[in-house]
């Protein structure tokens, strides 16, 4: 049982040490203070005892001493009725009746409360026989004596009464103050017997506690310190307390360092072996002044120096002549500073050759943080150099031909449009003047001049995409105004082919698509021409659309011939147009280059298509909620402050055309006679035409985009840093149709961009607005 209990105590956690250790003491002195307590509340009651048998014999001479002053004031006043004999006795009587409460409530013994009951009536009597005596102020000497004699018989018998009553408290008094005394004997011998307890407590406490604790503690303590010199550990009682597992643990803990020690050497001989047999990297030490401490394998591939050659000698001997001594010092520097340097640079071998080299020197610090010297990584990367310099020169020709490309194409697109500006301008006059006979082969120029410039816009679009040069402005676009315009746009072709567009389906104010305004007009453009061109006579095209998952998709169907399944693959490849009817217009890169520009803008485009019943095509983009709808953008206003009154009332004013084409400005010039009461001024050279500017203050200009001496994005430019021209209406003429163009130009203060050919009713319709009729 003793072995049980020991083992119990060695298992209890130190917290239940430490309850019980501080509890011990504590308990013993609790009931010794409990002890105490009961005995000093027996000693005060014994004290109050003897107290109160005082108080009671006090009080009874009190009333003994009361009623003699009461009955000699009263024969005072009889024998010589002076009234000063009368204050005693008026004062006696309230004293005896407050003593004689008293003594009712300080009597405990039995014995004195009958002497007590015995005495009150003779108290009362004597009272009774002074106030008669005072009632009876003229009685005869005789009756007074009478009563004296009365009273005196009374006060004999009063005093016998006081007597035992006394005598019985002198006993009382004797017993209770003996009791008090051996009262007063027991606390001391309390307080002597907790105060051993109290000791006898405190000492058991330290003895568990130097047991139980501050032993095994040294014992640890021993263990660490073994610990830490490196020797064996002394056994560990098995103890399941805080101490005991810490000393277990510390016993683990040597036996694992002890392994990781053993772990660490083998680590460190193979660490030497792989390092050795590395050939591709050259690894070495240095110590703190760069001298070499170990060279491996392949340092010694790399650099040609064997290990005797090279240990002992300074690590600058890797480093070109003119480098030394700055550029070693400085490595050296900064990987102390910064605890590590890397550089790629070059390196000499000991045949003198110079290789390529990655670097990286590593400070190696102790434990202290002394600096103990370096590490030194060295790999030849002669090769991987020659490859980048040969993917940079790649990427610089592949830049440089994409440069050639985009400028290629934005030359091709100024030679190719600068012509049809004038076939298309002046076919468009003839239509215009032309007879009722006439008018049909003139439509067949313009036909076909429009039907090459699709063709060239098409061929540039794709070329543009294929390069990754075609600049999108992506935005949220009110899809009901955007199928609204759509619709506009076809609906004379369809009425011309007798095809029937069907109203547009209800779509909600706040309904938007995510694309480029400009490109996406463009495929449903492309998608409805189609569903017209395609169609049988007679026949329909609807739109439809959906909403589904935060995509929109808008359908175009067709009534007309459909398409076989089987070509449905080959259907948006460039040039492909499926063997379709020759008599019908078109390039075969119309759905193509529609499939792309939604690509581009996160979108797709798929068709279904049933042969002998019709075709849909669907193009879907992201929706979006429009918050509010955008107000159309008024027109710019000419603010200058009047317009000279060169000739007549007629007169609209001037117009200054800087353009080196000439078919192309005779173009303007043809047209401008149509509005009389306009003074065109020309030049073909941008200095030219900015010095005609400054000198006329023209109230329109038209400005091409290629000059032949400066830009025109230049002379526009400079056209609004002057401050005669600041507000002067410009229209640009380019055969550069490119997005990026026309928003550069827009950028830099262009009022309107007009894309050659130019399209004759809405030139003359800037013009009017610009150079409006006076009235």
Known sequence: ?????????????????????????????????????????????????????????????????????????????????REDFLPGYLKAKPLI???????DGNVRDERVREQLKAITPLINSKIGGLEEMLADREASPESITSILINNKYILDELREHIGSILTLEDTLLAERTAAAAATRQRLLLSTLLAAL??????????????????????????NAQRLALGQPLLPQPPENDEIGQLGSRLVEAGLLLAERERALRDNEERLRLIIDGVKDYGIFALDTRGFVTSWNAGAERIKGYTEQEIIGQHFSVFYLAQECPQHPELALREATRDGHYMEEAWRRRKDGSRFWASVVITAQYDNSGALRGFSKITRDITDRRAAE???????????????????????????????????????????????????????????AGKHLLTLINEVLDIARIESGNLPLNIESVPLAIALQEALTLVSPMAADAGIHLLPLPTLTVDSGIVADRQRLTQVLLNLLSNA???????????????LEQQRIAVSVSDTGKGIAADRLDQLFKPFERLEIDPNVEGSGLGLALSKNLLEMMQGSLTVQSQAGVGSRFTLELPFVRLQQSVAPTAPPVDNRPGIPALAGPDFRGQVLYIEDNLS?????????????????????????????????????????VSLPDIDGLNVLQRLRQSSITRTTPVLMITADASELTRQALCEAGATAVLSKPIHIPSFLAHLDQHLPERA
């Open 97 to 103: 009746e407050s003593a004689l409460r008293r003594l």
């Open 532 to 546: 017209i061109k395609y169609n049988r006579p007679q026949g329909q095209v609807s739109i439809d659309v959906k």
């Open 389 to 447: 310099i040969e993917l940079s020169t790649a990427r610089e020709e592949a830049e440089r031909a994409s440069r050639a490309k985009s400028e290629f194409l934005s030359r091709m697109s100024h030679e190719l449009r600068t012509p049809l500006n004038s076939i298309l301008g002046f076919a468009q006059l003839l239509e215009m003047d032309s007879t009722q006979g006439q008018k049909a082969q003139i439509g067949h120029i313009l036909r």
């Open 197 to 222: 307890c109290g000791l006898f407590g405190a000492v058991v406490a330290v003895l568990l506690l130097s047991k139980g604790i501050v032993a095994r503690v040294q014992h640890v303590q021993g």
């Open 1 to 81: 049982m003793k072995v049980f209990y020991a083992r119990r105590w060695a298992d209890l956690p130190l917290r239940g040490k430490a309850l019980v250790v501080i509890s011990l003491p504590l308990v013993i002195l609790l009931l010794s203070l409990v002890l105490i307590y009961i005995t000093e509340r027996q000693t005060a009651h014994a004290e109050e005892d003897v107290r109160r048998v005082l108080r009671v014999q006090g009080d009874i001479q009190t009333v003994h001493t009361l009623l003699a002053e009461a009955a000699a004031s009263v024969r005072g006043y009889l024998l010589t009725h």
């Open 664 to 704: 192309s400005l005779a173009l303007i010039e043809t047209l401008l006679q149509r509005r009389p009461g306009i003074k065109l001024l020309s030049s073909m050279q941008g200095q030219l035409g900015l010095d005609l500017a400054a000198q006329h203050a023209p109230q329109l200009i038209l400005l091409d």
